[in-house]
């Protein structure tokens, strides 16, 4: 029974794979939900557990803590066997190599009928969801034929309708389009888009492809096995441009040309339920942040700078330095009284070294 939450619910998530002796925290507390219907891209630096993340949620791999839950199922409370059923029912998966999903001598629809069959469909419903998905993927022409006969894109497109064959509720897909060129890469994300709007389908992508994230619903970067930022594409609605144009008509200005663009994107970076976030790279790098910063809370939100050096020492020490000095300049004040101050310091601190 499908549950009214969101479709996946990644909270703290962890992954550790144990090879030998040696622990590797793929997944360090991740945290992502992601709505029924929504067509995600997961992107990130090689080794930042993006596969991790989609084993995880095909039920591939176990997860080792936190929460990892699809659908309303825990997948961290699964049994052995009813992990095997979630992945063989809810997920389907395309990989970057079609011919992880396709069988080579069977004809293209003999491969999309071929998981129907096993999972006991009955044969008038095999029949008719299989030309169903081979028309949604634009090849029930070339049904009959074998996969050798079959482009690389056509052959993805192939392996997208067996990742369907199961009726899942969600898909998956590790980078798509890493071994086509452009105008391949493009049938193929037309066709994802095209299953996610007409079946309300669920889709999760990793990519390294900067031409697959500007056609999805939202972009999670991950990094080190954490999410770190979000990119949310706003498409404006319909009715918003009619208002606009209804305005201007009432204004008596004529409809103006509606905007040529009427997507949108917006940037976020992700904190997580203890407040953690992690800051873009290039801002730490162009502000030297690094290892320690002050946080402000002002009136537009939370400033983060660089901190003062304990660094701020001669600042700091300047300040008691102009304490110590204190009647003789308890007159002075601004930035007259912090010079003689920071004068002090520097006469203070000989004296202070010799001591010692
Ligand atoms: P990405 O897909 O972003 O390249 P991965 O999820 O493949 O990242 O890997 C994340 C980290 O987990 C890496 O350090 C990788 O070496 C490690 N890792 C992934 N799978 C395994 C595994 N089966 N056994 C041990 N370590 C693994």
Same mark, same amino acid.
């Given at each position: 029974?499908?549950?009214?939450?969101?479709?996946?619910l990644?909270?703290?998530?962890? *992954?550790?794979?144990k090879?030998?002796?040696?622990?590797?925290?793929?997944?360090?507390?991740?945290d992502v939900?992601?709505?029924?219907?929504?067509?995600?891209?997961?992107i990130?630096?090689?080794?930042?557990? *993006?596969?991790?993340l989609?084993?995880?949620?095909?039920?591939?791999?176990?997860?080792?803590?936190?929460?990892?839950i699809?659908?309303?199922?825990?997948?961290?409370?699964?049994?052995?066997?009813?992990l095997?059923?979630?992945?063989?029912?809810k997920?389907?998966?395309?990989?970057?190599?079609?011919?992880?999903?396709?069988?080579?001598?069977?004809?293209?629809?003999?491969?999309?009928?071929?998981p129907?069959?096993?999972?006991?469909?009955?044969?008038?419903?095999? *029949?008719?969801?299989?030309?169903?998905?081979l028309?949604?993927?634009?090849?029930?022409?070339?049904?009959n034929?074998?996969?050798?006969q079959?482009?690389?894109?056509?052959?993805?497109?192939?392996?997208?309708?067996v990742?369907?064959?199961?009726?899942?509720?969600?898909?998956?897909?590790?980078e798509?389009?890493?071994?086509?060129?452009?105008?391949?890469?493009?049938?193929?994300?037309d066709?994802?888009r095209?299953?996610n709007k007409?079946?309300?389908?669920?889709?999760?992508i990793?990519?390294?492809?900067p031409?697959?994230?500007?056609?999805?619903?939202? /972009?999670?970067?991950?990094?080190?096995?954490r999410?770190?930022?979000?990119? /949310?594409?706003?498409?404006?609605?319909?009715?918003?441009?009619?208002?606009?144009?209804?305005?201007?008509?009432?204004?008596?200005q004529?409809?103006?040309?509606p905007?040529?663009?009427? /997507?949108?994107?917006?940037?976020?970076? /992700?904190?997580?339920?203890?407040?953690?976030?992690?800051?873009?790279?290039?801002y730490?790098?162009?502000?030297?942040?690094?290892?320690?910063?002050?946080?402000?809370?002002?009136?537009?939100?939370?400033?983060?700078?660089?901190?003062?050096?304990?660094?701020?020492?001669?600042?700091?020490?300047a300040?008691?330095?102009?304490?110590?000095?204190?009647?003789?300049?308890a007159?002075?004040?601004?930035?007259?009284?912090?010079?003689?101050?920071?004068?002090?310091?520097?006469?203070?601190r000989?004296?202070?070294?010799?001591?010692?």
């Amino acid at each position: 029974m499908a549950s009214n939450g969101p479709m996946i619910l990644c909270d703290n998530l962890v *992954k550790i794979y144990k090879v030998q002796d040696l622990e590797v925290v793929a997944l360090q507390g991740l945290d992502v939900v992601v709505e029924k219907g929504e067509f995600l891209a997961v992107i990130g630096p090689s080794g930042s557990g *993006k596969s991790t993340l989609m084993n995880t949620l095909g039920g591939l791999d176990r997860p080792s803590a936190g929460k990892a839950i699809v659908d309303g199922q825990d997948l961290l409370k699964l049994s052995s066997y009813a992990l095997t059923r979630y992945r063989r029912s809810k997920v389907g998966f395309v990989w970057q190599q079609p011919s992880r999903n396709l069988i080579p001598y069977l004809s293209l629809q003999e491969n999309v009928e071929l998981p129907m069959i096993i999972a006991g469909m009955p044969r008038s419903e095999r *029949k008719a969801w299989t030309r169903e998905l081979l028309d949604a993927v634009g090849l029930w022409d070339r049904r009959n034929h074998s996969m050798h006969q079959l482009s690389g894109g056509e052959q993805q497109r192939t392996a997208i309708g067996v990742a369907l064959a199961n009726k899942p509720i969600l898909l998956l897909a590790d980078e798509p389009t890493g071994e086509v060129d452009t105008a391949t890469a493009q049938r193929i994300m037309d066709t994802f888009r095209d299953l996610n709007k007409r079946y309300d389908l669920t889709i999760v992508i990793v990519t390294h492809d900067p031409r697959v994230s500007d056609q999805v619903d939202r /972009v999670v970067a991950i990094r080190d096995g954490r999410t770190s930022s979000e990119r /949310v594409r706003r498409v404006r609605e319909q009715q918003a441009l009619v208002e606009v144009v209804e305005e201007d008509l009432a204004l008596g200005q004529g409809a103006s040309a509606p905007p040529a663009e009427d /997507v949108t994107y917006h940037e976020y970076v /992700v904190v997580d339920n203890a407040g953690r976030l992690q800051l873009p790279a290039d801002y730490l790098e162009s502000l030297g942040l690094a290892g320690r910063a002050e946080v402000e809370l002002t009136e537009h939100g939370i400033l983060v700078k660089p901190a003062k050096a304990l660094d701020d020492a001669p600042a700091q020490v300047a300040r008691r330095a102009r304490e110590a000095e204190g009647a003789d300049d308890a007159e002075s004040s601004g930035r007259s009284g912090a010079v003689r101050g920071l004068r002090g310091l520097f006469s203070r601190r000989k004296p202070e070294s010799e001591e010692e």
